[in-house]
């Protein structure tokens, strides 16, 4: 597996973008300089993440979402 993180990632098992293997490397996201913990998906390529809005949820139960543009980056946290 390679070192960097992929272009779009989603932590949502139903979503096509969903990678458990790289999950469990533990991804971090930068999204505009600020460190961001409650990111559900993101998008390097196109410059956006999702982030939950509040605790509102949808009528399935999921976390309802908003899109963020801006810069992101992702990184994978070390392992001490």
């Known amino acids: 597996m390679s070192d960097t993180p992929p272009d779009r990632l989603s932590n949502n098992p139903k979503s096509p973008h969903y990678d458990e293997a ?3 490397r533990d991804v ?3 999204f505009a300089g ?4 409650n990111v559900e998906e993101y998008c390097v390529s196109e410059g956006w ?19 963020l543009s801006g810069p992101v980056e992702p990184y ?3 392992k001490e």
């Open 76 to 78: 994978f946290k070390k």
């Open 34 to 37: 600020k460190e961001k913990t």
């Open 22 to 24: 790289v999950l469990a």
């Open 49 to 67: 993440i999702r982030v939950a809005a509040g605790n509102a949820r949808d009528r399935f139960g999921n976390p309802l979402t908003i899109k």
């Open 28 to 30: 971090g996201i930068r």
